[in-house]
T-cell receptor
Framework: AQSVTQLDSQVPVFEEAPVELRCNYS??????LFWYVQYPNQGLQLLLK??????LVKGINGFEAEFNKSQTSFHLRKPSVHISDTAEYFC?????????????FGAGTRLFVKA | DAMVIQNPRYQVTQFGKPVTLSCSQT?????MYWYQQKSSQAPKLLFH???????NEADTPDNFQSRRPNTSFCFLDIRSPGLGDAAMYLC?????????????FGPGTRLTVL
């Protein structure tokens, strides 16, 4: 079965500093990969997705992620964070061979940006 | 704006008292999902509808049921809520099951069980 591991439960960082949120997945087949953001008491919003093609994916709000098949990783990065980036971030995987209905989420990483 | 709407945003119920959560969408998507998200945990898929076809996850308790009377609306019924059912319940939609499944989420309903 597929699984997603987010290596850090919390990441504190100062404003304007770079950040990397780490994600590893376990799958022997091709997968689709996603990062979602969740602000307090809100639903999830898609930041970016990897389906195929270029391994460097750019998303909204200045975030990007790199797909590394050999390391089964999909780490999320931002070169300079803002206070407003404080939120929970979820990495997720979907198997295109299962009809796309099932998305497996990681446990989340809480990004806390300090002034 | 096209969106996914959940009502109410906050719901308080008593132990064992049935409760219904509502989700509606203006996206005209044919797939609708219900997730349970407990504090500091990942969202967990309970079930989904592909059009009128209901698909239950194997580990979803029988206490949880769902109805989809039309394309726009989907309901989550909890027949006898226990303390362990307190959580955020997220509704999501997608255009098709297909191979690519971008899901659009509502803001969630936070359920408290007293």
């Amino acid at each position: 079965a597929q699984s997603v591991t987010q290596l850090d439960s919390q990441v504190p960082v100062f404003e304007e500093a770079p950040v990397e949120l780490r994600c590893n997945y376990s799958s022997s087949v091709s997968v689709y990969l996603f990062w979602y953001v969740q602000y307090p008491n809100q639903g999830l919003q898609l930041l970016l997705k990897y389906l195929s093609g270029s391994t460097l994916v750019k998303g909204i709000n200045g975030f990007e992620a790199e797909f590394n098949k050999s390391q089964t990783s999909f780490h999320l990065r931002k070169p300079s964070v803002h206070i407003s980036d404080t939120a929970e971030y979820f990495c997720a995987v979907s198997d295109p061979n299962t009809g796309g209905f099932k998305t497996i989420f990681g446990a989340g990483t809480r990004l806390f940006v300090k002034a | 704006d096209a969106m996914v709407i959940q009502n109410p945003r906050y719901q308080v119920t008593q132990f064992g008292k049935p409760v219904t959560l509502s989700c509606s969408q203006t996206l005209n998507h044919n797939v609708m999902y219900w997730y349970q998200q407990k504090s500091s945990q990942a969202p967990k898929l309970l079930f989904h509808y592909y059009d009128k076809d209901f698909n239950n996850e194997a580990d979803t308790p029988d206490n949880f049921q769902s109805r989809r009377p039309n394309t726009s609306f989907c309901f989550l019924d909890i027949r006898s809520p226990g303390l362990g059912d307190a959580a955020m319940y997220l509704c999501a939609t997608s255009r098709t099951g297909g191979t690519y499944n971008e899901q659009f989420f509502g803001p969630g309903t936070r359920l408290t069980v007293l």
